[in-house]
């Protein structure tokens, strides 16, 4: 299986500041069409997961362009570039290049 | 409007077995696989399982194989998640999520809302 490994695994954040959050994959999530099969999404307390980012840098239909995915190969960052209240959650990457499909462990954004 | 709606809240005891349904309406229901995807209490997100409405085909996380059995209805657009064998390790909130077959990647834009199940003696 696919290895995903998020850092940090918690964020204290004060509104209107930047946020950044790494994800590490155990192999390449790189295809040789340039697709990178990484995507994003978002939890937010009591709620589902929503879909922020697929392809490691498409946002999502509705999602706002602060929030912003990139990277390629094993590395990649989601980055919120103006912190709102609500955008605490609970983030997670999670690779869909092969079954099954896995998610690294979460992290946690809160605001201060 | 795209929905998924799962069928309510289980409590069941240990080596008992529980049945999840995930009801998708507002899209067509052959155009976007169903996942199965589980959340332990304070853990994070683990897939499960797919399975392809148009032909029933379903594959399944090494982890659960042998336990777990998808299934569709396409004529009420439902699919079901059967899980047996239950232990204090299933309890968890599980999630079914669409994914459109003819994308280029795999990814969940719809979920539905969770259903607990809750094992205990």
């Known amino acids: 299986d696919i290895v995903v490994t998020q850092s940090p695994l918690s964020l204290s954040v004060t509104p209107g500041a930047a946020a950044s959050i790494s994800c590490r994959s155990s192999?390449?999530?790189?295809?040789?069409?340039?697709?990178?099969?990484l995507d994003w999404y978002v939890q937010k307390p009591g709620r589902s997961p929503q879909l922020l980012i697929y392809?490691?840098?498409n946002r999502a239909s509705g999602v706002p362009d602060r929030f912003s995915g990139s990277g390629s190969g094993t590395d990649f960052t989601l980055k919120i570039s103006r912190v709102e209240a609500d955008d605490v959650g609970l983030y997670y990457c999670?690779?869909?290049?092969?079954?099954?499909?896995?998610f690294g462990q979460g992290t946690k954004v809160e605001i201060q | 409007q795209v929905q998924l709606v799962q069928s309510g809240a289980e409590v069941k005891k240990p080596g008992a077995s529980v049945k999840v349904s995930c009801k998708a309406s507002?899209?067509?229901?052959?155009?976007?696989?169903i996942h199965w995807v589980r959340q332990a209490p304070g853990q994070g997100l683990e897939w499960m399982a797919l399975?392809?409405?148009?032909?029933?085909?379903?594959d399944y996380a090494q982890k659960f194989r042998g336990r777990v059995t998808l299934t569709r209805d396409a004529s009420t657009t439902t699919v079901y998640m059967d899980l047996n064998y239950l232990t204090s390790d299933d309890t968890a909130i599980y999630y079914c999520?669409?994914?459109?077959?003819?994308?280029?990647?795999?990814?969940?834009?719809?979920w539905g809302q969770g259903t607990l199940v809750t094992v205990s003696p």
């Open positions: 999520a669409r994914d459109e077959i003819s994308a280029e990647t795999h990814n969940f834009d719809y």
């Open positions: 507002g899209y067509t229901f052959a155009t976007y696989y």
């Open positions: 399975i392809d409405p148009r032909n029933a085909w379903a």
């Open positions: 192999q390449s999530l790189l295809q040789t069409n340039g697709n990178n099969h």
């Open positions: 392809l490691g840098s």
């Open positions: 999670m690779q869909a290049l092969q079954i099954p499909w896995t």
